[in-house]
Antibody, heavy 120, light 107 residues
Framework: QVQLVESGGGVVQPGRSLRLSCAAS????????MHWVRQAPGKGLEWVAV????????YHADSVKGRFTVSRDNSKNTVYLEMNSLRAEDTAMYYC?????????????WGQGTLVIVSS | DIQMTQSPFYLSASVGDRVTITCRAS??????LNWYQQKPEKAPKLLIY???SLQSGVPSRFSGSGSATDFTLTISSLQPEDFATYYC?????????FGQGTKVEIK
């Protein structure tokens, strides 16, 4: 069965960096795009970034552009989110999610999330 | 960016009620509209994709309809396990965007 397991969250000071990982299993990882979605405490879902199946295409939300970078290692079945210059407003649960099949596909499987708290 | 607007923000209903949640896109998104359910402290779960297709394993009391800019999620007979927050999401273009959510609570 499909499993997505995020790790790397924690408490970090403003301006510092953090790298999140999402380990995938149960499907052919190199065939699917992968997303990061975040949720601030008590708030709704915010799409953060997507990377294509082979890593050749990446898109980031304006709110994180220039600070966050999505990447993947298909040999390790893992997608990453490198977060730099962190701000208090980046405090959230971060979920990785798998693209479904085909153009315009939904996010059909989600991990359990990893919590990032940006605080001095 | 495409804005997604859900209504209502909050809905109080009883077990057995028929419940409808609406989602409006700021421009046409064809049928690239998905619905997710999120329970407290849990990850979102896909319910409906492509506006009206039921994800595998999701009970048939859930249904979706609509196209272009106006969409609905209907729960035909609300069950205790359906009390949750529901989000619509457009996958027509990047950045993909979510509605603000509709919390369904017990009356």
């Amino acid at each position: 069965q499909v499993q997505l397991v995020e790790s790397g969250g924690g408490v970090v000071q403003p301006g510092r960096s953090l790298r999140l990982s999402c380990a995938a299993s149960g499907f052919i990882f190199s065939n699917y795009g992968m997303h990061w979605v975040r949720q601030a405490p008590g708030k709704g879902l915010e799409w953060v970034a997507v990377i294509s199946y082979d890593g050749s295409d990446k898109y980031h939300a304006d709110s994180v552009k220039g600070r966050f970078t999505v990447s993947r290692d298909n040999s390790k079945n893992t997608v990453y989110l490198e977060m730099n210059s962190l701000r208090a407003e980046d405090t959230a649960m971060y979920y990785c999610a798998k693209d479904g099949s085909g153009s315009g596909a939904p996010l059909d499987y989600w991990g359990q999330g990893t919590l990032v708290i940006v605080s001095s | 960016d495409i804005q997604m607007t859900q209504s209502p923000f909050y809905l109080s209903a009883s077990v057995g009620d028929r419940v409808t949640i609406t989602c409006r896109a700021s421009q046409s998104i064809s049928s690239f509209l998905n619905w997710y359910q999120q329970k407290p402290e849990k990850a979102p779960k896909l319910l409906i994709y492509a506006a009206s297709s039921l994800q595998s394993g999701v009970p048939s009391r859930f249904s979706g309809s609509g196209s272009a800019t106006d969409f609905t999620l209907t729960i035909s007979s609300l069950q205790p396990e359906d009390f949750a927050t529901y989000y619509c999401q457009q996958s027509y273009t990047t950045p993909q965007t979510f509605g603000q959510g509709t919390k369904v609570e017990i009356k």
